[in-house]
């Protein structure tokens, strides 16, 4: 059972914005940063969006991330269908010693 | 360039303890703000993070599997290893070894490894 929640699935049509949903607590997404990892079947989890806004360099400016309280959101505009992947969100939980919570996991297809 | 690798075994019986070594290269670990993590994947499931070794030598575990792991780090090989007591099949999956930048952000993550539980 993930801490965070994320809907297990997404679609959308070539061009369109999808977002993803992760929706946290207080002690994680409400006082620290949130991370996004795209993956793809059968490879190893790549950043994507880090500190909730920040784009690694050679991630397109199509992906973006935002936070609103205990909730953050990952923007995907101008879909393309290799963005066909899952996606994770991640943060810092500060309870009991502090520890690294994930999501779900949202699979999104690119009809 | 900054890489890791998983090693160990690929089949662990069940109650056994499994070793897992992470080699690095490209980077040092006393580094202030980086960190070693183990974070693994059951088959068609989400990541779930495990445990961290920081640069300054504190480690941090998943408070649900805390009582089962160890995380330590040989410095003379540049490599961080995870030990977990009492293995059970639910543990099968893909084993990763991830670095975290001063900017806390999974980075790097090194091809992982599949670990199999089974008698």
């Known amino acids: 059972q993930a801490v965070l929640t994320q809907p297990p699935s997404v679609s959308g049509t070539p061009g369109q914005r999808v977002t993803i949903s992760c929706s946290g607590s207080s002690s994680n997404i409400g006082d620290n940063y949130v991370f996004w990892y795209q993956q793809f079947p059968g490879t190893a989890p790549k950043l994507l969006i880090y500190?909730?806004?920040r784009r690694p360099s050679g991630v397109p400016d199509r992906f973006s991330g935002s936070t609103s309280g205990t909730s953050a959101s990952l923007a995907i505009s101008g879909l393309r269908s290799e963005d066909e992947a899952d996606y994770y969100c991640a943060a810092w939980d500060d309870s009991l010693s502090g520890f690294w919570v994930f999501g779900g996991g949202t699979k999104l297809t690119v009809l | 360039q900054v890489t890791l690798r998983e090693s160990g075994p690929a089949l662990v019986e069940p109650k056994e303890t499994l070793t897992l070594t992470c080699t690095f290269s490209?980077?040092?670990?006393?580094?202030?703000?980086?960190?070693v993590s183990w974070i693994r994947q059951p088959p068609g499931k989400a990541l779930e993070w495990l445990a961290r070794f920081d640069w300054d030598d504190e480690t941090f575990y998943s408070p649900s599997l805390k009582t089962r792991l160890t995380i330590s780090k040989d410095t003379s090989k540049s490599q961080v290893v995870l030990r977990m007591t009492k293995m059970d099949p639910v543990d099968t999956g893909t084993y990763y070894c991830v670095r975290t930048n001063d900017l806390d952000a999974f980075d790097v993550w090194g091809q992982g490894t599949m670990v199999t539980v089974a008698s």
């Open positions: 500190r909730s806004d």
């Open positions: 490209g980077f040092l670990l006393s580094t202030s703000g980086v960190s």
